[in-house]
């Protein structure tokens, strides 16, 4: 393939370099909006090179774990919602050195007992959950691909099927999420609506020409 042919497909509207530059304007945006609250401790270029590194984990993620029934960006976009809503996607978070009440991890926030998840290709092994934090492209790339396969297994197990603009699937997913049902029948709640709201605007930003 010639430099030209490799300029156009990183041009093109599905490449991994265009989408994660989207995912990234996203959460960079939402870094501003989060200083409306005050600030947040951490320098502004120190912050976009976290995002960049959260962005780019988040579609390598989605793309080795693909969810059955939905697109690849309404993977990224899922991924990026929970994350933002888990942790406010907050640095100390993000490197460890706050963890949640129940010792939730990483910007997923993901329990101990995600562990216990049944052996197939979802599963989170507890080797894996003792190294979900940190800062760099590694130890990122470790915490989304765990953030990934927890909420695949929501879709999988639940069967739950992508609709494009209908925030209930989406809902359920984040209310499994939040608090798996055997059943998968829990009402997914204001939570969960209110995620879903936020995944739907971010899903239509990731696909537009």
Same mark, same amino acid.
């Given at each position: 393939?010639?430099?030209?042919?490799?300029?156009?497909?990183?041009?093109?509207?599905?490449?991994?370099? &265009?989408?994660?530059?989207?995912?990234?304007?996203?959460? !960079?945006?939402?870094?501003?909006?989060?200083?409306?609250?005050?600030?947040?401790?951490?320098?502004?270029?120190?912050?976009?090179?976290?995002?960049?590194?959260? =962005?780019?984990?988040?579609?390598? =993620?989605?793309?080795? !774990?693909?969810?059955?029934?939905?697109?690849?960006?309404?993977?990224?976009?899922?991924?990026?919602?929970?994350?933002?809503?888990?942790?406010?996607?907050?640095?100390? &978070?993000?490197?460890?050195?706050?963890?949640?009440?129940?010792?939730?991890?990483?910007?997923?926030?993901?329990?101990?007992?995600?562990?216990? =998840?049944?052996?197939?290709?979802?599963?989170?092994?507890?080797?894996?959950?003792?190294?979900?934090?940190?800062?760099?492209?590694?130890?990122?790339?470790?915490?989304?691909?765990?953030?990934?396969?927890?909420?695949?297994?929501? &879709?999988?197990?639940?069967?739950?099927?992508?609709?494009?603009?209908?925030?209930?699937?989406?809902?359920?997913?984040?209310?499994?999420?939040?608090?798996?049902? =055997?059943?998968?029948?829990?009402?997914?709640?204001?939570?969960?609506?209110?995620?879903?709201?936020?995944? &739907?605007?971010?899903?239509?930003?990731?696909?537009?020409?």
């Amino acid at each position: 393939m010639n430099r030209l042919l490799i300029l156009l497909a990183l041009a093109a509207p599905d490449s991994g370099a &265009v989408l994660t530059e989207r995912v990234f304007s996203d959460l !960079h945006d939402y870094g501003f909006a989060r200083e409306k609250d005050g600030p947040i401790g951490e320098a502004l270029d120190e912050r976009d090179a976290r995002y960049r590194d959260i =962005a780019v984990a988040i579609d390598a =993620a989605c793309r080795a !774990h693909p969810w059955p029934g939905w697109p690849h960006k309404a993977c990224v976009a899922m991924a990026t919602t929970a994350a933002k809503w888990e942790s406010g996607m907050l640095r100390t &978070v993000h490197e460890g050195s706050k963890v949640g009440a129940a010792g939730e991890k990483c910007l997923f926030q993901l329990h101990r007992k995600t562990t216990l =998840a049944p052996l197939n290709k979802w599963h989170i092994a507890m080797t894996e959950w003792e190294q979900l934090t940190g800062l760099g492209p590694e130890a990122t790339a470790r915490c989304a691909d765990a953030g990934v396969r927890v909420l695949g297994w929501q &879709v999988a197990r639940c069967r739950i099927k992508f609709a494009r603009g209908d925030r209930w699937p989406a809902a359920q997913v984040f209310g499994e999420y939040h608090f798996p049902s =055997a059943t998968c029948d829990a009402p997914p709640g204001a939570m969960g609506f209110a995620r879903a709201g936020s995944f &739907v605007s971010l899903y239509e930003k990731l696909v537009r020409k």
